[in-house]
Every structure is written in C-alpha cells, then in structure tokens.
C-alpha cells in the first residue's frame, strides 16, 4: 500500500500535542484520571440527575467519592501511626538479640554445606592461648617506674616494668584475628542492616517524608475531584475538549474513538474495583481467622499494590511481613513468629491463585479484550518508560492506543491484527 501524506501532516500536530502532554504531564495526569473517576461515576449521576438534576447529582457523586476516600484513609491512618509508635519504643538491642540464634543457624547451614568457610577461633581464644604457650620473646624493655614519678613521690624503692615483645606472635595473632573479622562480617553486616532500619533516629525523617507525600497526594485529590465534578455535571465536556483542538472533519471519528474507549475503560476500572475488593475481603479474612494484627490494612494496602503487575504482590507480601514482624516483636523466633510468618505467606500463596486463574484473565484479557502476550509486553514497556507508574497505566493508554488505531489507521495490517477483537 502506498503511504498517504495525510499521516506525516496527521503526526506532526500529533507530536506537538505528546509534547506538550509530556511537559504538562502531572496535569495532563489530573484531566485524565478525572475523566476516569466520571466514567465509574456516570451511572450514578444518570440515575441521580432525574429526581435531583444534575448539579445536585453531580455533587453527591463526588461527595461518595470523599466518603470513599476518608474510609480508606480511616484504614490506613491509625494503624500506620499505632506502628509508628510502635517503633518508637522498641528495645532494639533486644530485638537483634532476639535474631541473633536464626542468624547464626543460618550462618551454620551455610557452614555446613561448605558454602562458606567455617568460623575462626573466637577472639578470646586467640589472646589467651599464646599467653599459656608461653612463646620465645625477641625484645625486653625495662622502664624505671620511679622515672616517670614527680620528686615528692618518689618512695625510695626500685620499681621497674619490664615489657617483653614478640613481633612475631603479634604478627601471626593479628592475621588470626582479621580472619575472624573477616568470617564476621556478613553477620555484622546483617546486624549493622537491621539496626540502621529500625533506627529510631530515622522516623522523623521517614514520617516527614509521609507528610510530604500525603501532601501532595491530598493536593492530587482535591484537583482531580475538582476536575471531575465538572464532567460529571456537564456529561461529554471531555468528548468536547478533544474534539476541539481536532479539524472538524475528524469529528465524527473522535467521537468513535472517544465512546469506544470509554467503555472498554469503565469495565477495566469497574473490574479493577471488584479485584480490589475481593482481595481485600479474602486476605482480612483470612489473616483475622489466623490471629494475625493489623489484617485490615495489609489486605487493603496487598489489594492496592496488586494493581501493579508482577510485582505488586511481592510488595504487598513484604509490607505484611514487616507489619506482622513489628506487630509481634516480643515473640520468640522459633516457637510462635516464624510459624505467625508462614501462615501469612501461605495466605498470600492463595491469594496469588485466586488472582492469576480468576481474576486477572476476567479483568485484564476480557475486560480490554486483549491477549495476555500483548499485555504482559505493554506491561514491560510501561516498565521501561515510566517505572512502577508506566506499569499501573500501560493497560489502559495501551486500550486508548488501540481503540484510536482501529478508527484512525485501520487500513493497515498490523492495527487490523491487534484491533480484532474490539
């Protein structure tokens, strides 16, 4: 097929307008979600607005949403700050104490299995023994006490200290005693780790960092709430915002492209809502019935976190594992905290099943009508361009991108290919 000058005229105001996203990105985040939060909204305000109108409608839309908001925070708030306290008053002498006997057991499995070398002499041992062995001295020095007295309290008597110097047992006890440094080193090191993680001197900086971030989380809601009301009260004020800065033989094309879009996006994010929840009910559950603390926030905060692909579950793991070890600190290792350990991961396990098998192939490969091949390379470039972000929102830019393609470039094979099944 021959290639038509109307697409190199089509992608020039095309890459001025991603450039200009890209610099007013954070807003251009804002508009975005905003619309997302109308299109999960619009039903209600569609059922609202007949006996309200649509001001009123509009409005109590958005006030659930800050209800839904302040319940989430509710969860997470108290909790965070009874472990903030929490670490504040830990013995954490007592603590690494506590981890040296599972430290050291690991250090002997390792011992064991000739993965590293075995334990020197401990320290004591190495200065006691040359002593008892009484080795040949190579040097004496005799140093008059009285020479190092003031006149007036000199006694009259002849008192000397006699050293006596081995330079070649000091030698061979020094090179005893850098092997023994060197076997403790990885223990140290891991001592040295814990100690500087629970650091009580770092909680200020690390709760100073909360606020900022919160800071800006609060500024974040409070714009796309704002942003959001106004397209909930004036239903296709985005469609209209689009469209504007298009010639309007594009028009009809847009709008297409726009309705398209926005459904396959409301059954992505109505599903992302039921993924939440289901994981969030299935993992309190489960951690309250197995006496663990705290199960509310870990399985609202391993719901959240799931929403990342991939490894969005190892991070909600690893917060319930810290969360339960700072919850439990006083607990012997062996008999109580590392069988608390496995039941939490085992919950996890399941919850992993339960997401894989059935939630993830109805929510990502249905709800987008995409192949899992597709998403998981759109996962990987999301990775690649925008880190953790470009991840959470590589499927649904990927489902604009598509829906776009199909009604602007179906002429070509490759979008007929990806584009079949919407």
Known sequence: MKFDKK??????????????????????????????????????????????????????????????????????????????????????NKMIGGLEQPINDWNQWLVNRGLMEDRAPKITEVFVEPILEKKPIVATKVIPLDSLLNDSTKVGTNIALVINIDNEAIYHEQSKLDNVAGDEDGLLDIYKGIYEYFNPSIIPSIFSSFVGFFGNILVAIMSILFIAFFFLKEQGL????????????????????????????????????????????????????????????IGFFAALMNIIPYIGPILGASFAVLITLSSNLALPFYDEMLPLLFKVMGVFMVMQLLDNFILQPNIFSKSVKAHPLEIFIVVLMGAKIGGIIGMVVAIPIYTVLRVLAKVFLSEFKVVQSITKGI
Do not use: C, H
């Not at 999960?40 to 839309?61: E, F, S, W």
């Open 238 to 297: 985005f469609n209209n915002m689009i469209t504007s800065i298009l010639p309007n033989k594009y028009e009809g094309q847009t709008f297409t492209a726009i309705n398209q879009s926005s459904k396959l996006l409301i059954r992505y994010f109505v599903g992302v809502v039921v993924q939440i929840m289901i994981i969030t009910i299935f993992v309190s559950l489960a951690l309250s019935i197995l006496g663990v603390k705290n199960a509310l926030l």
């Open 7 to 92: 697409y190199l005229l089509a992608l020039l105001p095309l890459a001025l307008v991603s450039g200009l996203l890209y610099y007013f990105s954070d807003i251009a985040t804002y508009v975005v979600l905003a619309w997302a939060l109308s299109m999960v909204g619009a039903p209600i305000v569609m059922k609202l607005r007949k006996y309200l109108g649509k001001n009123v409608a509009a409005g109590i839309t958005v006030g659930l949403f800050v209800l839904l908001i302040g319940l989430i925070l509710w969860i997470f708030i108290p909790p965070l700050l009874q472990q903030a306290k929490n670490l504040t008053t830990v013995d954490y």
